[in-house]
């Protein structure tokens, strides 16, 4: 089968992220007084598996091994059958 | 001593540190990054630059390639080996040295002399030096602020190789900049010895970075 996956990589909790207080900092430059800024990055792509959860623990394997680093991110992982 | 410098598409500081390994009287010569087999070199130098442009991480696709599995026998077989800057990203990222460089604390690319102190001296890089003594060498970085969860691990173990003296440019934890594995053998700093390995340049207290590997 064919899968949608989606993963979700973010800072751990009480990391810094520079790149967030910057955007904080220039939209107050607009007067929009926001707080709690967090940025994520997302990667999307398909891929064959058996079943979801095949699926999932080879989007699993791809984070431990190269999308993410364990010392400061988290991850989710979001897994759909596609369409086709 | 023949000294393999690492290339990546992106790396951009081989030349300044084959340079500064003739300078010390080594016998560089480069190495691509889909070399397997580094067997016949005495020690390994992966220099700075951006390899495969940043992307994803600093470092985090280089660590992924088969002269990173080189590499990994040239540690067991005892040899030195030093990451420069986006070098030093890229052992942080293969877990050859703890903890990660991480985006600057001001998310701003650095690019200045620094003022660094030598932690220890047990290394081949910095046997040279005298512990605590005060360097001058230039960053160039904009992934450089050390983060680690084993800070007490590092002071225990004596792994802090580099430390900013005075100002902490980078927001790194500590102020440093520089770190080893356990034995003292695999070195990361983000400074730039190659680039403060004659005077004329400014400082040439980099040099003996490289006539420590060359002596060791």
Same mark, same amino acid.
């Given at each position: 089968?064919?899968?949608?996956?989606?993963?979700?990589?973010?800072?751990?909790?009480?990391?810094?992220?520079?790149?967030?207080?910057?955007?904080?900092?220039?939209?107050?430059?607009?007067?929009?007084?926001?707080?709690?800024?967090?940025?994520?990055?997302?990667?999307?792509?398909?891929?064959?598996?058996?079943?979801?959860?095949?699926?999932?623990?080879?989007?699993?394997?791809?984070?431990?091994?190269?999308?993410?680093?364990?010392?400061?991110?988290?991850?989710?992982?979001?897994?759909?059958?596609?369409?086709? | 001593?023949?000294?393999?410098? +690492?290339?990546? /598409? =992106?790396?951009?500081?081989?030349? &300044?540190?084959?340079? !500064?390994?003739?300078? #010390?009287?080594?016998? @560089?010569?480069?190495?691509?990054?889909?070399?397997?087999?580094?067997?016949?070199?005495?020690? +390994?130098?992966? /220099? =700075?630059?951006?390899?495969?442009? &940043?992307?994803?991480? !600093?470092?985090?696709? #280089?660590?992924?390639? @088969?002269?990173?599995?080189?590499?990994?026998?040239?540690?067991?077989?005892?040899?030195?080996?030093?990451?420069?800057?986006?070098?030093?990203?890229?052992?942080?990222?293969?877990?050859?040295?703890?903890?990660?460089?991480?985006?600057?604390?001001?998310?701003?690319?650095?690019?200045?002399?620094?003022?660094?102190?030598?932690?220890?001296?047990?290394?081949?890089?910095?046997?040279?030096?005298?512990?605590?003594?005060?360097?001058?060498?230039?960053?160039?970085?904009?992934?450089?602020?050390?983060?680690?969860?084993?800070?007490?691990?590092?002071?225990?173990?004596?792994?802090?190789?580099?430390?900013?003296?005075?100002?902490?440019?980078?927001?790194?934890?500590?102020?440093?900049?520089?770190?080893?594995?356990?034995?003292?053998?695999?070195?990361?700093?983000?400074?730039?010895?190659?680039?403060?390995?004659?005077?004329?340049?400014?400082?040439?207290?980099?040099?003996?970075?490289?006539?420590?590997?060359?002596?060791?």
């Amino acid at each position: 089968m064919k899968y949608n996956a989606k993963v979700e990589i973010s800072l751990k909790k009480g990391m810094l992220n520079p790149e967030a207080s910057t955007i904080q900092r220039a939209l107050a430059l607009l007067d929009y007084q926001v707080k709690d800024t967090s940025t994520m990055e997302t990667i999307k792509f398909t891929l064959e598996a058996e079943d979801p959860d095949a699926a999932r623990n080879q989007v699993v394997e791809m984070c431990e091994r190269l999308l993410c680093n364990p010392v400061i991110h988290d991850y989710q992982i979001q897994i759909n059958q596609t369409g086709d | 001593m023949k000294v393999g410098i +690492i290339r990546f /598409p =992106g790396s951009n500081c081989d030349r &300044d540190v084959f340079y !500064a390994l003739e300078l #010390a009287g080594g016998q @560089p010569d480069y190495v691509w990054w889909n070399q397997r087999d580094l067997s016949n070199f005495d020690a +390994i130098v992966i /220099p =700075g630059g951006f390899s495969y442009g &940043d992307y994803l991480r !600093a470092g985090a696709i #280089a660590a992924i390639t @088969p002269v990173i599995e080189g590499i990994k026998d040239v540690v067991k077989d005892e040899k030195p080996v030093l990451g420069i800057c986006n070098g030093a990203q890229i052992l942080a990222e293969v877990g050859l040295v703890p903890g990660v460089f991480t985006l600057n604390q001001k998310a701003q690319f650095i690019c200045e002399w620094v003022e660094l102190e030598v932690k220890t001296n047990r290394t081949p890089f910095t046997h040279l030096y005298q512990k605590n003594e005060v360097i001058k060498m230039p960053i160039a970085h904009a992934e450089g602020r050390y983060y680690t969860e084993y800070i007490d691990e590092l002071h225990d173990q004596d792994q802090i190789v580099l430390g900013f003296k005075g100002d902490n440019p980078n927001g790194s934890m500590e102020s440093i900049t520089g770190v080893c594995d356990l034995e003292g053998l695999v070195c990361a700093v983000m400074p730039h010895p190659e680039r403060a390995s004659e005077s004329i340049l400014g400082s040439d207290d980099g040099l003996k970075f490289f006539k420590g590997i060359i002596n060791y």
